[in-house]
């Protein structure tokens, strides 16, 4: 909208390619490993933007760090991983529409956020449980 109608005001699209382009510092191995596989199972997904690194980042570096942290109370770890999974969910959100599909993709949202879940849990770490996400662009 920002770039078609050149507008002052706008509704921001996550999915941009102009306003979110990809630099090579974002171009990170575990990234076009995770790509890979997402498009073998999306088969729509046709491109991604530095808003799609970031958030994914984001969001396996906080689901990884769950469970790591000591609570005084079982009510403050309930509390703390409320917030935690809702955080998830928005970035998992900004994930998804942050993608351009060819197509409506077959999968609903809620089929997409569980096949990156997947690929975050199976695919980004290496043999001894190591996360493999170079953390230099946050």
Known sequence: EKHIERKDEYQEDPSCLKCFGMRKEYEQEWFKIFWKVFQKVIL????YNRNTVIKLM????????????????RKVRVKNREK???KSEGL???VIISIRY??????MKMGIKSIIKVISEHYMFDEEDNL???????
Do not use: M
Request: hydrophobic fraction near 20%; proline fraction near 5%.
């Open 84 to 86: 935690i999974k809702e």
């Open 44 to 47: 729509e997904a046709e491109s």
């Open 92 to 94: 998992l959100d900004t």
């Open 132 to 138: 493999l996400i170079d953390n230099k662009i946050s």
């Open 102 to 107: 060819r197509n409506k993709p077959d999968y």
């Open 58 to 73: 984001e969001y396996i570096t906080l689901t990884r760090k769950e469970g790591e942290e000591k609570y005084p109370s």
